[in-house]
């Protein structure tokens, strides 16, 4: 993972995650949208992951952000479902494999609004182990933007054998937001192939341009406190590897996303250095943060496509200005669909 760091002279933006799609399942119980709705897409409301036999190692990624109104409960399913350690046994018990690995993190963090102090929690398919590594399983609210970051570490299963007959799929509950009208579940469903897609994020090549750094020089202090923001061009290149067997229309998906506060959906407030952060697109349109954009198309047999960006900075109307340098982070995920 690489971090982007915005600086108030000198502004470096890095490339931070890339994402696969197919992790995380949401289950709507009841009126689940009474009180928490999911920013941005929420028509797909499950995510699959698939175990494949003998493919790369993987280190998949997926990252949702909740609006919750009034009060909530955070709840995280601090066990092994019984039916994914039953399952995994089988199958591992059938294929006997040489090495398998599969383990999954839920990173949850509150973007808006500062009651909930965070949290990361760990399931363990192959040790069927949970373990707390910050934060509590249990949690009283009281609404604000939560964002959820799950992340497949590194699954891998190693296997000679022919799968017999398909696997059945499992599903593994991770945290439950709930109030008095519903509940929003995110889970993920396993499954297993003994097949390899071969147009996943690990076929293709994310690099930020003309470098991972991106200088605005020295700003003018005079200049911003009459107004005038500074803009920086970027852009973020898509490419097939070289050893890459995908050669399919490929319409990825970026999001840009930090933990800095906000002023608006759009604009970043640079902790205390009276300066705003916002991204702009190649039409000059901001984009908020946490929203989910096509990032580009890469058509059918091509080997890469090129989208624009800038970054701007602007003094904030309300904060008066410091002098000096002043850091700023802000990641962008990529998803493949």
């Known amino acids: 993972m690489r971090i982007i760091n915005l600086l108030v002279s000198v502004v470096s933006i890095v490339r931070y995650l890339i994402l696969m799609p197919l992790l995380v399942g949401l289950l709507f119980l009841g009126q689940a949208f009474a009180q928490c709705t999911i920013v941005g897409d929420s028509s797909q409301t499950r995510y699959d992951y698939t175990w494949e036999q003998n493919a790369m190692p993987t280190a998949d990624m997926m990252m949702i952000n909740v609006d919750c109104v009034g009060h909530t409960v ?3 399913m601090p066990r092994v479902n019984f039916y994914v350690t039953s399952g995994i046994n089988t199958l591992v018990r059938d294929m006997k494999p040489s090495y398998y690995f599969l383990n999954m993190t839920v990173k949850i963090v509150q973007v808006n609004g500062n009651e909930y102090p965070g949290g990361h929690f760990k399931w363990d398919f192959v040790d069927y182990n949970y373990q707390t590594l910050s934060g509590q399983t249990l ?19 190693r296997s000679d054998k022919d799968p017999r007959w398909p696997w059945p799929s499992v599903v593994q509950e991770f945290v439950t937001f709930s109030n008095t009208r519903g509940s929003l579940t995110f889970d993920t469903r396993l499954s297993f192939s003994g097949d390899i897609n ?25 200049s911003l406190n009459e107004g005038m923001s500074f803009l920086e061009p970027f852009s973020i290149e898509v490419s097939r590897l070289p050893e890459s067997e995908c050669k399919d229309l490929i319409k990825p998906y970026i999001t840009f996303f930090s933990d800095h506060a906000r002023r608006s959906a759009t604009e970043l407030i640079l902790d205390d250095s009276g300066l705003l952060l916002m991204i702009r697109d190649g039409n000059n349109q901001a984009i908020a943060y946490d929203e989910k954009k096509i990032l580009g198309t890469l058509e059918l047999n091509a080997q890469k496509f090129t989208t624009n960006y800038q970054a701007q900075v602007r003094k904030d109307p309300s904060k008066t200005l410091s002098i000096g340098n002043f850091n700023g982070i802000v990641r962008y995920i990529v998803t493949l669909r």
Do not use: M, W
């Not at 690990?202 to 470098?211: G, R, V």
């Open 74 to 76: 955070i709840q995280v």
């Open 139 to 157: 949690f009283d609210s009281y609404g604000g933007r939560y964002r959820i970051l799950i992340e497949n570490h590194n699954a891998e299963f």
């Open 198 to 222: 071969p147009c996943k994020i690990d076929a293709f090549q994310i690099k930020t341009l003309p470098s991972d750094t991106i200088s605005f020089g020295s700003l003018s202090l005079k």
